[in-house]
């Protein structure tokens, strides 16, 4: 796996925070790691985007591309149109992938909001530059309740165009969870298909850079080059089975 998509199932979910925990994890499994990120939106001409905070928190080792800044939080054929810039087409997102794949062993591409998020005038999506690259894609979503829909619906529509999934991380795992957080964690892999790979704490984006490289494989479970279980992660969080009846 040299080039892996990174999609939400929305926006403001902990999908940058998951980007750089891997790439966090990658570089300590010694591998040499680039974040893409196609499309970054509501961020001013001088202010640090999503790439930047992956350096920020996985190291400057990690390479940071951006293709294309718009300033208004939108969805990036919207935020285009209404600044007058061009929008970004499939190719050009696989293109730069292909390009950073040919001296990096890792390419996370991280996508703007959820999969279907349109880049362009003509509709298409993250979902069309993961077919033109051939990569799978990881699903990021929120922990609480709406999670079981989105989730599945955005696995649904990967398959829908023979597109592969790798799993589902959860972006942000409260501290103290309410139930339908821990009932979501039984239920996430039956309703989507898919497996669990991990859980990122609440607030791992606020965490010190060292801290955060140094707990990032702790989050992620091995095909993500971590060390997280998600076998433990139920058995400590889960309700048991009675709960989830009654």
């Not at 970054?40 to 940071?64: C, F, H, I, M, W």
């Not at 718009?70 to 810039?85: F, Q």
């Not at 362009?120 to 979503?141: C, K, M, S």
């Not at 309740?145 to 398959?159: E, H, I, P, V």
Request: glycine share 8%; aromatic share 4%.
């Amino acid at each position: 796996m040299s080039v892996l998509m990174v999609s939400g199932t929305g926006t403001e979910i902990g999908k940058t925070v998951v980007t750089s925990a891997i790439a966090a994890a990658a570089v300590a499994a010694g591998r040499k790691v680039a974040v893409l990120k196609p499309a970054q939106t509501g961020v001013g001409p001088q202010e640090p985007g999503d790439a930047a905070e992956a350096v920020r928190l996985a190291g400057p080792s990690v390479t940071a591309v951006e293709l294309a800044r718009y300033p208004e939080p939108l969805a990036p054929d919207t935020a285009a149109r209404r600044a007058g810039l061009a929008t970004l087409a499939p190719a050009d997102i696989a293109e730069a992938a292909l390009r950073l794949s040919e001296d990096h062993d890792l390419v996370l591409v991280e996508g703007a909001g959820g999969l279907l998020v349109r880049f362009d005038e003509a509709g298409h999506t993250l979902a069309d530059a993961a077919r033109l690259l051939d990569a799978p894609t990881l699903i990021v979503a929120p922990a609480g309740l709406g999670t079981l829909n989105s989730t599945t619906l955005t696995a649904q529509a990967l398959r829908a165009r023979d597109l592969t999934a790798l799993g589902v991380v959860i972006g942000s795992w409260p501290e103290s969870p309410d139930l339908a957080a821990r009932c979501n964690l039984a239920d996430l892999t039956k309703s989507s298909g898919l497996p669990l790979l991990g859980a990122a704490p609440e607030g791992a984006g606020t965490l010190p850079p060292d801290r955060f490289r140094t707990a990032a494989p702790s989050w992620l479970a091995p095909p993500l080059s971590g060390a997280w279980s998600a076998d433990r992660f139920l058995a400590t969080w889960a309700p048991p089975a009675f709960a989830l009846q009654s």
